[in-house]
C-alpha cells in the first residue's frame, strides 16, 4: 500500500507522561512496498500544557509538515496530521524513550516505530524567499476584535496601503479590503505550511498594489480563542461575518469593495458568505471546490493514490470503498455503529478482489488489519467538522452568489482536481445567470499554486516557491478592475 502520507488541507492539552518531557526528535522509519521510508517527528513545547509538532520524510524531500494536534493520555501517544489526513498513535515504553505504533492515512495502517535521538527539537530551516520581512512599504497592525456577542475573540494582522506623499490626512483615504480565508485544518493567519506563509504573501503582494488585507488566526490557533476542534464549516463562516463587521468599523476601508479570497475550503466558505450578504463585492476561490464534497474528496484520494504510483485498475477498484465506508462513517451515530458498517463494508467489497491489490490500496492483509483499517478511519473523520462538511454541496452557494467571482485553479492540482471543480464553478454561475466571474486553470501549478515537478503533496515542502507571482498579479488585477464593475 502506497498511499503514502500525504492528501487534503494545533495543539491539544496533554498530560505528562510518567514526569517526562516528549519535547525533542522521534525518528523512525515505515516499510512502503519493500522501502524503507525514514519519518522525524520534531515535538516542542507550545507552553506549559500543550505540545506542537511537525514531521519530516526525508527520502521524498517534505520537511516541516504541520502536525495540529497532540494528544497525550497516560503511555499514549496520538498525533494528528490533517494536511495529509493522517495520524500517528503509539505507546510510550518503559524507558519513555521509544515508541511502539503505527502510521494511519484514510485506513491505510503502516508500522512506525519511533526512538527519541535528541532532547532538542532541531527543525530544518527551509529556504522561503519570498516570505515577507519588514521594513514594510505599508503599515501593518497585529490586532483583536470579537464576534457580535464577544464569544470568541480573534487575532489578526492588518495591511493598508500608505498614503501618498501631500494626501490630506484629514480626509484619509480609503481602500478596496480583502478577507483571507483558509483552507481545512487548525490554520494561523498566515496558512503556514512546510515553512511557507502563502497568506503573509498574498497580503504582502496585494497590499503594495493598492489593496487592504485582514488575514486571521483559526479558532484556538495563535490569538483566537474558540474551539476548533467543536467547529464546522458554517461555524468558520459566521467567523468570516464577525470578519466584515469588523472592518466596516476602519476609516480606512471601502465598505463598497469588500472582498473575500478563499483557498481550498475558505474557497467553499467565502461563497457561502457572499450568497447570505449584499455587502460582499467580489470573491476570489483559491482551488475552491465547485462539485459536492464527498464526490471532490473521492476523486482527491484517487488522484492522490496515483500520485503515488498506484495502478489506475487498482484504484478504480479502491473507490467504492472509499466512498461507501465515508457515507457510512457520516450517518453513523457513534463509532460503535461506524466501525460494524465499516467492517460490512470492507468484507463485502473484498470478495473477489486480488489480495495484492487490497493490499496495495488498503494496507489489509488479515482480517485483523480490517478492524484497524476500519478504526483509523474512524479516528480521522469521526467528528463534527467532517461530517458537516462531507454533506456538503458549493453549487448551493454558487447557485446563490451574484458578486463578482474569479475561481482559478492549478492544473496540477491533486486535492482539488482543477478540471471537475472549475467545471462545476463556471456551470453553476452561468445557471445563475452571474454576469461578472472568470474561471481560469492554471498550467503547471499545484494546489498551493506552486509550479511543481512532481506535484505531489509531499513535493510542496521541498518546493522554496510560495506562490505563483504571476498568479498573484492576475489576483491583483482583477480584483482593481474586473470586480469593481
Known sequence: MIKLFFSFFAL??????????LVGDWEGAAIVQGTELPIIFHLSKYNVDNYGATFDSPKQQAFGIACSDVIVKEDSVIILIPVI??????KLNNNKREITGNMYQSG????LDLKKTSDVSTVKEM????????PFSYKSEDIIYANADKSIQFGATFTVPLPEPGVDYFRAPIYPTVILISGSGKQDRDESIFGHKPFAVIA???TRQGIAVLRVDDRGMGK?????????????AEDVAAGIAYLKTRTDVDVDHIGLIGHSEGGLIAPMVASQRNDVTFVVLLAGPGIPILEMMEQQSADVMSSNGLEKSDIDQYRPLYKNTVTAIVSAKDSATASKLVFD????WQVGKSPLMVKNTTG???????TAFANAFIRDLMNPWFKHFMKMNPQDYLSKTNCAVLALNGEKDIQVAAKYNLAGIQSTLEKNKNKNFKVLEIPGLNHLFQHCKTCTVEEYGGLEESFDTATLELIANWIKTESTK
Open 345 to 348: 463494508i470492507f468484507k463485502k
Open 364 to 370: 489489509v492483509e488479515s482480517e485483523k488489519d480490517i
Open 12 to 21: 491539544v492539552t496533554t498530560t505528562a507522561i510518567f514526569g517526562q518531557s
Open 127 to 134: 529556504k522561503r524567499p519570498q516570505t515577507p520581512k519588514p
Open 108 to 111: 491505510a495502517v503502516l508500522a
Open 224 to 236: 483566537t480563542t474558540g474551539d476548533f476542534n467543536k467547529s464546522t464549516t458554517s461555524d468558520f
Open 85 to 90: 489526513k493522517g495520524s500517528y498513535a503509539g
Open 204 to 206: 504582502d503582494h496585494l
